[in-house]
Each structure stands twice: as C-alpha cells, then as structure tokens.
C-alpha cells in the first residue's frame, strides 16, 4: 500500500507564504502525474496544481502566479509553494498521485491525508 505523506500547513496572516511537502512513504517503480488539491468547507474538492512525470504543470486560474508546484522524482516528493496567501486560500490541501507501485501492472490513484492551511485576513 502507497502512503503519501503531507506536511507544511498551518495559519497565515493574508500576503503570507507556506510550503506544502508531500512524500511516498515507501519505495515505488514510477510516480506518474502529482497533483495538489484543496476542499474548503461546504465546497466541492477543486485541482489547485498538478504536474507531469516529465515537468509539465497546470493550475487552477485562481492561483496562477502564486502558486508553483514542483517535484523530486528522487525522492518521490512534491511540493506547493504558495505565495500572496488570500483567505479565499483557507482550504484543507490534499496530495494527489498517479503510481504504478510495483510495476506497470499495479496502478492506483492514492491520496494523502490532507493538510490545514488558513489564511487570515
């Protein structure tokens, strides 16, 4: 079973800054697409960021030019840095991956445990 493991949430004042990490918890044969997404309360699950095994990125419109995903396919790390912090922001953040674990007979869609990030105004 894939772990993906978060870390960097917390509380922000507005114009603020955080660094969210996310890690496999054990050794897998390729991470395909990472993704970042969040959940404010009442609201649908909505794709903040993703990016490719290759690099390519996407993002919602509404953190374009804030946010910047990233990813260490050494350590099967991804990361979104999010500058310009707005309440609008507050949300509870969740890593997405796309992972062949064992080969490319075993693929699954794994998710991580979610992180708190609020922003105050």
């Known amino acids: 079973q894939v772990q993906l493991v978060e870390s960097g949430g917390g509380l922000v004042q507005a114009g603020g800054s955080l660094r969210l990490s996310c890690a496999a918890s054990r050794s897998i044969f390729r991470i395909n697409a990472m993704g970042w997404y969040r959940q404010a309360p009442g609201k649908q699950r909505e794709l903040v960021a993703a990016i490719t095994s290759g690099g390519s990125t996407n993002y919602a419109d509404s953190v374009k030019g804030r946010f910047t995903i990233s990813r260490d396919n050494a350590k099967n790390t991804v990361y979104l840095q999010m500058n310009s912090l707005k309440p609008e922001d507050t949300a509870v953040y969740y890593c997405?991956?796309?992972?062949?674990?064992?080969?490319?007979?075993?693929?699954?869609?794994?998710w991580g445990q979610g992180t708190q990030v609020t922003v105050s105004s």
């Open positions: 997405n991956a796309d992972v062949y674990a064992r080969g490319v007979w075993d693929r699954g869609d794994y």
